[in-house]
Nanobody, 126 residues
Framework: RVQLVECGGGSVQAGGSRRLTCTVS????????VGWFRQAPGKEREGVAS????????TIGDSVNGRFTISQDNAKNTVYLQMGNLQSEDTGTYFC???????????????????WGQGTQVTVSS
């Protein structure tokens, strides 16, 4: 089983930036991707970004494209979500997750992920 721990959440002013960190540990056999998802109160969980483990291939969701980037440090088993030009609609709990996908086109679908972190709250104020 894979363990994932997120950190870096907090309060930020609109237009500001924030970097979230996901530390991955445990047996990653059968997993080939790490994704970031978010969920606001009363809304469905939304795929934000994903990256293939140990590779450069990544996907960014349409709602954050051009503002968010995803990267990883293989030596530290860490995946980062760099968020820029944050807006109030970016407020929510951010989760990282590990899963397996055959194609990156499906990498923002939560059903493809089996292991989830506890989440970290991001609040954007205007």
């Amino acid at each position: 089983r894979v363990q994932l721990v997120e950190c870096g959440g907090g309060s930020v002013q609109a237009g500001g930036s924030r970097r979230l960190t996901c530390t991955v540990s445990g047996a990653t056999y059968g997993r080939n991707i790490v994704g970031w998802f978010r969920q606001a109160p009363g809304k469905e969980r939304e795929g934000v970004a994903s990256i293939r483990m140990g590779e450069r291939a990544s996907t960014i969701g349409d709602s954050v494209n051009g503002r968010f980037t995803i990267s990883q440090d293989n030596a530290k088993n860490t995946v980062y979500l760099q968020m820029g030009n944050l807006q109030s609609e970016d407020t929510g709990t951010y989760f990282c997750a590990a899963g397996w996908v055959r194609s990156m086109r499906y990498s923002l679908e939560s059903r493809n992920y089996d292991d989830w972190g506890q989440g970290t709250q991001v609040t954007v104020s205007s």
